[in-house]
């Protein structure tokens, strides 16, 4: 199982990113998926997660401005990022689990993920 995470950059206060999940290698339908973040000197969060049945879940922080979903046609889960805040900014990354375990992340053998960054 690989996965791909793209569609960070650069943003101002109050805009929007969708960040894409691509996964190869296998069928993202059997699997959870959790879009998660990691801002410089603050402690991992996952902000969002979708069940491979499809139930969702979110961080306070991102509940009312981030949605996820998945397009199994595609092999793809979104991260839709609306209303962004200058705390958004961090290095997000995507994990597939199965059965409470994880089985492939989105960063690359040096820990790094996509950029967002949300500044004036």
């Known amino acids: 199982v690989q996965l791909q995470a793209s569609g960070g950059g650069l943003v101002q206060p109050g805009g929007s990113l969708r960040l894409s999940c691509a996964a190869s290698?296998?069928?993202?339908?059997?699997?959870?998926m959790g879009w998660y973040r990691q801002a410089p000197g603050k402690q991992r969060e996952l902000v969002a997660a979708i069940a491979s049945g499809g139930n969702t879940n979110y961080a306070v922080s991102a509940k009312g401005r981030f949605t996820i979903s998945k397009d199994n046609s595609k092999n793809t889960v979104y991260l839709q990022m609306t209303s962004l805040k200058p705390e958004d900014t961090a290095v997000y990354y995507c994990?597939?689990?199965?059965?409470?375990?994880?089985?492939?992340?989105?960063?690359?053998?040096w820990g790094q993920g996509t950029q967002v960054t949300v500044s004036s």
């Open positions: 994990n597939a689990y199965r059965r409470g375990s994880i089985v492939a992340t989105s960063l690359d053998a």
């Open positions: 290698g296998t069928i993202l339908s059997m699997y959870d």
